[in-house]
């Protein structure tokens, strides 16, 4: 039926995937990569994974973007060109035909695969034992509640590694302030961020609201929550705190702690990550809330970077 | 890439596929591009197309599987600290060449 | 029935016209202020049209109020980023670098 929407979109994600890859502009590079992250949501879209093309969209593209921008901004004020240098032929030569052999193989070891969705069978049947519909969500915090937990862990302790990154007479300051290039522009960038910041907390807290019955949850609403931090951040709607405030540490942690705390009461119940029987709803909601608080602190320190030591002192917002 | 013949692939083998040339696509980025920060790019689209080879594998008839939704929710937001982790490193590894008191660099620290 | 439904198709076949207008402009005005012109200007109005036809396609006020809400934030910030980029240009002074 939909066969040519998928084979055009499919053509579509490649394309925008070769032009990101090989085109020799760094910035136009990114801008195809954000393009390309939001067909793959289409994609995701168009294969019945709601879930996934949130968060594909907001974290793969959205998030994954503006590190790159960043990056690329941060390079080009350091004097690093960000030029790709002069590959030997040789190496184009035998990567390609490396790359073109893997290709093959892999899409004939994927064409040997029949598709199926086996465990949507198995998952299904036990939703109703946890009072929930979204049957991602049940696997991400129910039935591979361990996977999750760790992944938290995972996301704090990449923070960790970006933070470890701080020169040392930089620690414990702020992150460099995400400026804009003079104060009119400053003003713009601010007055959206506060109108945006209090709408993403709201679509943030439906999100995960959401995320028991119908697609959303955690890790879709952290995003949105860091996309409002960010944008509020960028206009100087709010400044960056210093990486040693106990209550941003709190902040952190509370997600993780929370969910281990949870998994470990889960063993008065029967085991590790267990939830007793008719409690299920509200320890994931309970879970899901502090999960995504925590996930939407990290994820915008994760953008902002590590402490740097001079951070510009913010210029007195008149009228430049 | 002939291999997508008309009538017997499902939609679900559509998008495996394009993920497998999409893996291979990244892979070979990574090889022939010079700068860090592309690679980094690069790294994300090999993640993508396996993301998609697991999702595409997982759509059936009727439903699409939530196990690998879950996965590749999870693998999408460890590609993100991945790639947080990834940008800083370099960045900072820009940094490291000047000496940090804008001094002249008289010695090369490693 | 019949009328929502050519009601729909009209207002999506609009839309994608000024959608395609606003893609065209894109990539053939000579410089980029003419160029935000097209982008922001036709393409809100496209997605306006887009997000109505869905709207009259789906016939429910919760599905409608969502988009609606979807096209004010786009609107919101297609405005704020045309005007950080117009700003930019003039400040460089220079045709843009993309």
Redo the contacts between chains.
């Keep these: 039926m939909s066969g040519a929407f998928d084979l055009i979109l499919c053509l579509m994600i490649l394309g925008t995937a070769g032009i990101a890859l090989f085109v020799r502009d760094a910035l136009a590079a990114i801008a195809f990569f954000i393009a390309f992250g939001n067909l793959m949501g289409l994609a995701w879209l168009s294969l019945g994974a709601v879930n996934v093309a949130l968060a594909e969209i907001a974290i793969g593209a959205g998030v994954t973007g503006i590190l790159l921008i960043l990056a690329r901004a941060r390079l080009l004020a350091l004097g690093d060109p960000v030029h790709s240098g002069d590959t030997p032929t040789w190496l184009w030569l035998g990567a390609f035909a490396a790359c073109t052999s893997f290709a093959v193989l892999l899409a004939a070891t994927v064409l040997s695969i029949t598709p199926e969705s086996g465990l949507d069978r198995v998952v299904a049947p036990l939703m109703p034992g946890l009072g929930i519909e979204n049957r991602v969500t049940g696997v991400l915090l129910a039935f591979r509640a361990y996977d999750t937990l760790l992944e938290s862990f995972v996301l704090l302790g990449a923070l960790v590694a970006v933070w470890s990154l701080a020169p040392a007479r930089a620690w414990p300051g702020r992150p460099a302030e995400p400026r804009m290039a003079d104060g009119q522009m400053h003003q713009v960038a601010g007055a959206s961020g506060r109108v945006l910041l209090p709408v993403a907390l709201v679509m943030a807290a439906y999100l995960v609201w959401a995320g028991s019955d119908l697609p959303g949850g955690a890790f879709q609403a952290g995003t949105v929550l860091a996309g409002g931090l960010m944008l509020a951040a960028m206009g100087g709607a709010i400044g960056l705190p210093r990486s040693d405030r106990p209550l941003l540490r709190a902040a952190l942690v509370l997600g993780p702690l929370v969910f281990l705390a949870i998994g470990l009461g889960g063993i008065a119940a029967g085991g590790f990550l267990i939830y007793p029987k008719g409690l299920a709803k509200a320890l994931i909601v309970t879970i899901e809330y502090t999960l995504f608080l925590s996930i939407g602190v990290t994820l915008a320190l994760l953008v902002a970077g590590p402490p740097v030591a001079d951070s510009p002192v913010p210029d007195a917002g008149g009228n430049g | 890439m002939e291999l997508l013949a008309p009538e017997p692939v499902s939609a679900g083998h559509i998008y495996a596929v394009t993920g497998a040339i999409l893996t291979a696509l990244g892979f070979y980025a990574f090889i022939v591009r010079r700068h860090a920060l592309r690679q980094l790019l690069a790294v994300n689209v090999v993640g993508a197309g396996v993301f998609l080879i697991l999702g595409g594998l997982g759509r059936g008839p009727d439903a699409i599987d939530p196990m690998p939704q879950a996965l590749v929710i999870t693998g999408i937001v460890v590609a993100v600290a991945l790639t947080a982790f990834g940008a800083a490193m370099i960045v900072r590894l820009a940094e490291a060449p000047r000496s940090p008191d804008q001094g002249k660099a008289g010695k090369p620290d490693a | 029935m019949i009328w929502t439904e050519l009601l729909v198709l009209a207002l999506l076949g609009t839309g994608l016209g000024f959608y395609a207008a606003g893609s065209l402009g894109l990539l053939r005005f000579p410089d980029t202020a003419s160029r935000l012109h097209a982008l922001t200007k036709a393409d809100n109005v496209g997605l306006g049209l887009v997000a109505l036809a869905a709207a009259i396609h789906w016939g429910s006020g919760a599905v409608a109020a969502k988009l609606a809400l979807v096209w004010l ?1 786009a609107v ?2 297609a405005g ?1 980023t045309s ?2 980029l117009a ?2 240009v003039r ?1 460089n002074e220079e045709p843009d ?2």
Excluded: H, P, S
Aim: glycine share 0%.
């Design positions: 934030l919101i910030a704020t005007q950080l700003r930019r400040k670098r993309r």
